[in-house]
């Protein structure tokens, strides 16, 4: 049995996507690793994560 499929329209709107969520993710990831104890950077760093959950 074969399937045969025909797509009329590609999104590339949703491809996008994917970039900017592996580079938040990695962004994420890396500062959180970094040693910095300042209050201003933990305030930053709390905001960021907090947006970016929001995002996903």
């Known amino acids: 049995?074969?399937?045969a499929m025909q797509i009329d329209q590609i999104s590339i709107a949703r491809a996008a996507?994917?970039?900017?969520y592996e580079y938040m993710t990695t962004f994420g990831k890396r500062t959180a690793e970094l040693p910095i104890d300042?209050?201003?950077?933990?305030?930053?760093?709390?905001?960021f994560d907090t947006a970016f959950k929001a995002e996903d």
């Not at 996507?17 to 900017?20: L, Q, R, S, T």
């Not at 300042?38 to 905001?47: A, I």
């Open 17 to 20: 996507n994917a970039p900017h």
């Open 1 to 3: 049995m074969e399937i």
């Open 38 to 47: 300042h209050e201003l950077w933990r305030k930053g760093k709390d905001e």
